[in-house]
């Protein structure tokens, strides 16, 4: 996350100084695919492409996910950035600024300096940093592999969430804790938690967002659910429930985080080191809270073993 201008490096990527003090995303600017197509110049090629992640960011944790679920850790190498993203911004393992990859593509780029970024190894690009369309390559770009989680079938009914949970809970939670005035961050809470029952009513009478199966629409969600009482509660002032304080969506998201594989994608240190650390317009101290320790295999959420 971050900005790029005439070399400079902002924050403007959560400037709310021209909207009222709502927080606005803007849009990511690589928007490449893998595919199998003849004439695409991103093929599905095993160990071609590398992904660009932190652990904290929970757009770049949808690509972990899927890459683990569908299998292609042989395919697709994974570098992790530093949790702390200070004046530089996100910071790539060797010390250099994860800009610097930008620049190698453009080097007068001024787009959002985002995580994930999935690179072509062989062509030295960016194919995407877009999280919603590199999920989708993983899906279905490498074969058949696992459980599908866009079905043809369900298609509608995943946007139909998607279209609901992305404005109202992945992105409210950002525009509740970055709004600079009470009212842009009232109207940001109200609808993050008018959202929040709403889900709880669906898992009330439905084991998953579109049914019986488990879809890209879950995974989208959970990546903020995970992250919700350990940040979202306090540092982003969302404090008029827990996660598990919801009955429904508790259980949903122990279930969640149980399927093989997921929990290691999940690092909370990271994810906690990050957003307390980072944000220090929020934090000026940059002082990481210790709790709370959640036990998402516990259905009362505790861990009764930490000291």
């Known amino acids: 996350m971050g900005l790029l201008v005439d070399g400079v490096w902002t924050d403007q990527w959560y400037d709310t100084k021209s909207t009222g003090g709502k927080f606005k995303r803007q849009e990511s600017q690589f928007r490449n695919w893998i595919s199998d197509d003849k004439d695409s110049p991103f093929p599905p090629e095993k160990g071609r492409y590398r ?10 944790h949808r690509t972990l996910i899927f890459r683990k679920l569908k299998g292609l850790e042989d395919h697709i190498d994974v570098v992790v950035v530093d949790p702390l993203m200070a004046d530089k911004g996100w910071i ?15 080097d007068k780029i001024t787009t959002r300096v985002t995580v994930p ?3 072509d190894k062989k062509t030295e690009t960016i194919v995407s940093n877009e999280s919603a369309e590199i999920i989708r390559m993983f899906n279905s770009a490498f074969g058949e592999r696992a459980t599908d989680y866009y079905p043809k079938h369900l298609r509608d009914k995943i946007d139909e969430i998607n279209d609901f949970v992305y404005p109202n809970i992945n992105n409210g939670v950002y525009k509740t804790g970055f709004a600079t005035t009470q009212s842009a961050y009232e109207e940001a809470y109200k609808s993050l938690f ?39 509660v306090g540092h982003f002032k969302c404090n008029k429930k827990r ?3 919801y009955p429904h969506i508790w259980g949903y998201l122990r279930e969640l985080y149980q399927i093989d594989g997921v929990a290691d994608t999940v690092n909370m240190d990271h994810i906690k080191t990050h957003y307390y650390a980072s944000h220090k317009t929020i934090n000026p101290t940059g002082i990481v809270p210790v709790g709370p320790d959640i036990d998402f295999t516990s259905a009362h959420g505790r861990n009764d073993k930490a000291s």
């Open 117 to 119: 970024v999935l690179w």
């Open 194 to 232: 008018d959202a929040l029952d709403q889900v709880d009513e669906i898992l009330s009478k439905s084991r998953y967002l579109t049914g019986e199966q488990i879809t890209e629409a879950d995974w989208r969600l959970f990546t903020t659910l995970v992250r919700f009482d350990a940040v979202y």
């Open 51 to 60: 992904l660009y992640v932190s652990y904290a960011c929970p757009w770049a």
């Open 243 to 245: 996660i598990v304080d």
């Open 92 to 106: 790539l393992p060797d010390g250099q600024p994860l800009y610097t990859l930008y620049q190698s593509v453009d």
